[in-house]
């Protein structure tokens, strides 16, 4: 049964320091990128998968980031979580963020990731292997060798159900995640005040059974550094 994602959330507040000196002028979902802000890449993939409501959290540059998102014309109607007073993190930033989305499961985004879809649209694809019974989130990954862009020893494993469990010290794992998830407002229940990070709220839903993860079909690219801007437009213009 495929779940109905009414709203998402795509998180955009951060400095950018990985990506200067690009960001010294602009927030880092605006750098472009194959011809658009690296925020529209997500925001088209949103559109295609029929969202109807999309919230997007700003901190750095946060004027020049709004202006861009009132230009926009889409299928959805689109909100601002303004964290221009305290740069919330991307626990903190959902929490704060709640009460302008809608519906469960809610689909989170990071805006500095750039993928395309496999033999299916992997938001659909999210929804239909969606089961709030068992799950807290459900996690886009992909496997290490596949993921353009990433350094670092892979995040998860995943055992045949398609449950998560941490990489251990010292070790590699086959999975990366995709900065692109499923969650139900449950895994927010009982989160702290203030700045945090999801790994929290993922580390609890691990001792509870309750994070999953979807293997990714298609290309995905990690578009956090300059360098990683002109490999990702050549792999790109191939498609």
């Known amino acids: 049964m495929t779940a109905t994602i009414e709203s998402a959330m795509v998180m955009a507040a951060g400095i950018g320091k990985r990506m200067r000196p690009l960001t010294a002028t602009r927030p ?3 750098v472009r990128v194959a011809g658009k802000p690296l925020i529209d890449h997500s925001l088209d993939r949103i559109e295609a998968a029929g969202i109807g409501h999309v919230v997007v959290n700003v901190h750095y540059l946060a004027d020049a980031l709004e202006a861009h998102l009132a230009k926009q014309k889409r299928s959805f ?3 601002v979580s303004d964290e221009r007073g305290e740069l919330l993190e991307t626990g903190g930033g959902m929490v704060k963020a709640l009460p302008l989305l809608k519906g469960d499961p809610i689909l989170i985004v990071n805006s500095d990731n750039i993928w395309t879809d496999g033999p299916q649209d992997s938001i659909r694809n999210l929804a239909r292997h969606w089961d709030g019974d068992r799950m807290d989130a459900l996690l ?3 496997r290490q060798a ?7 020893k892979g995040d998860f494993h995943m055992d045949p159900s398609g449950k998560l ?7 590699v ?3 990366v995640y995709t900065g692109i998830q499923l969650i ?3 895994l927010l229940v009982g989160a702290p005040d203030g700045p945090f990070s999801t790994n929290l709220l993922w580390d609890r839903a691990i001792a509870a059974g309750r994070l999953y993860g979807l293997s990714h079909m298609g290309q995905w690219f990690d578009v ?3 360098a990683s801007i002109a490999p990702t437009e050549a792999a790109l213009s191939e498609v």
């Not at 596949?146 to 670092?152: D, E, K, N, Q, V």
């Not at 469990?165 to 070790?171: A, L, M, T, V």
Request: a positive charge; charged letters at 20%.
């Open 28 to 30: 880092k979902p605006l």
């Open 77 to 79: 109607t689109l909100a």
């Open 140 to 142: 886009l990954v992909i």
């Open 146 to 152: 596949s993921a353009t862009g990433h350094g670092g």
């Open 165 to 171: 469990s941490r990489r251990k010290p010292g070790r």
């Open 173 to 175: 794992a086959p999975f």
């Open 184 to 186: 139900s407002p449950r």
């Open 224 to 226: 956090g550094t300059p």
